[in-house]
């Protein structure tokens, strides 16, 4: 079974900074999707990015890109210039390409993202 | 606007209480989800559901039931075989396009299901 692993229960940046989180997991598919979701304080889960794993380019929008290491089976986000807004819970999931419950999403536990003024 | 809804925002349960929440979507999504959120762990498949009259068990589907009596609507009841249903519920619908699974899964607004 996959699994999906965020090892930073909790994060700081400094607004107009950088910051990154991580994500690894453990699948031996060789074909899959990969999410970040954000979680604001109202709860609304919101998808940030996505990204397939059979493609080399590492998915970008806007101030959110990805580092996307398939052999390390590693996919942390990065967001750029950040915000206010930016705070939030930011989940990584994970995705199978085949069918049945395979296809749905595998989350990690979170990541707890503050944004110091 | 298209959407999910969820309702109620809030819900209060005595012990030996079944109780249904509710989802809806006007996407014209074919497939629907429910996720459990517990303190400190990501979400947890309950049920999905990838077409009307069709729905499957995730992971923790113990003590819940579903229908998906119309494309619109996927009703989750928390029965009373249910240990520990406090906890924050989250529905989600997805287009369902058969062999694509990197369609997003867009969510609803959740509810705070409390046992009293």
């Known amino acids: 079974a996959q699994t999906v692993t965020q090892s930073q229960p909790e994060m700081s940046v400094q607004e107009a900074e950088t910051v990154t989180l991580s994500c690894t997991y453990d699948t031996s598919e060789s074909d899959y999707y990969l999410f970040w979701y954000k979680q604001p304080p109202s709860r609304q889960m919101i998808l940030v990015i996505r990204?397939?794993?059979?493609?080399?380019q590492n998915a970008t929008e806007n101030r959110f890109s990805v580092n996307f290491q398939k052999a390390a089976k590693s996919f942390s986000l990065k967001i750029s210039d950040s915000q206010l807004g930016d705070a939030a819970m930011y989940f990584c999931a994970y995705r199978s390409v085949h069918g049945g419950s395979q296809g749905n999403l595998i989350f990690g536990k979170g990541t707890k993202l503050s944004v110091k003024p | 606007d298209g959407g999910i809804t969820q309702s109620p925002k809030y819900l209060f349960r005595k012990e030996g209480q079944n109780v249904t929440l509710s989802c809806e979507q006007n996407?014209?999504?074919?497939?629907m989800y429910w996720y459990r959120q517990d303190p400190g762990q990501g979400l947890r498949l309950i049920y999905y559901?990838?077409?009307?009259?069709?729905?499957q068990k995730g992971d923790i589907a113990e003590g819940y039931s579903v229908s998906r009596e119309k494309k619109e609507s996927f009703p989750l009841t928390v029965t009373s075989a249910q240990k520990n249903p406090t906890a924050f519920y989250l529905c989600a619908s997805s287009i369902g396009r058969r062999g694509d699974y990197s369609d997003e899964q867009f969510f609803g607004p959740g509810t705070r299901l409390t046992v009293l």
């Open positions: 990204q397939e794993a059979y493609k080399q």
């Open positions: 559901s990838q077409i009307v009259n069709d729905f």
């Open positions: 996407l014209n999504h074919d497939a």
